[in-house]
């Protein structure tokens, strides 16, 4: 039987540092959001491995709300252009949005996103993400959490998908090129 683990080369994040990275991002949120009302916003469908694990490492009150764009389609470059598959149900007006995205690659998804969402007049707006490629920044965009810089290397597992698979990997590696048709 072919099983996923079998299209892997290297194992970057083991399920255990993926968990030490999380909570850690967790603690750090919940302090910084004690008094704030917080609303996490997810990025489908990358962050919602992330997410689901972030939420539950946040100890304050929030809401969350999730929101669908596409830009990559099933390739492996952005493509610059940004749709909307599914928007917010909640209106952002008196929200501390945190927007939960799984990689900042060129920040080209990311800051159409927050253009978007700021236009929406939230209380504050922030941006958190588990990975971070900076060398591949093409537009001026930081985020506010990082959970931890990546080599420029295509990465899957933990949410993160090479056309729409690999997304229920528990841990994050590198797919052996034969993966990718040679
Ligand atoms: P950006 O607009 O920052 O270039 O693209 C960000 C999006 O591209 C991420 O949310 C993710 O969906 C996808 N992406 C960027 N780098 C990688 C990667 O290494 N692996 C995977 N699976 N997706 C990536
Ligand atoms: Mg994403
Ligand atoms: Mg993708």
Known sequence: MHQMTDDIQEVLFSEERLAEIVSKMGAKISEDYKDKNLLLVSILKGSVVFMSDLMRSVTTPCSIDFMAVSSYGSGMKTSGVVKII????????????????????SGLTLSYILELLQAREPKSIRLCTLFDKPDR???????????????????????????????????VGILKPEVYGG
């Open 137 to 171: 920044r093409t537009v001026g965009i930081k985020a506010d959490y990082v959970g931890t810089v990546v080599p420029d290397e295509f990465i899957v597992g933990y949410g993160l998908d090479y056309d729409e698979k690999y997304r229920n990997l528990p841990f």
């Open 86 to 105: 599914k928007d917010l149900d909640i209106n952002l007006k008196g929200y501390d949005v945190l927007v939960v995205e799984d990689i900042l690659d």
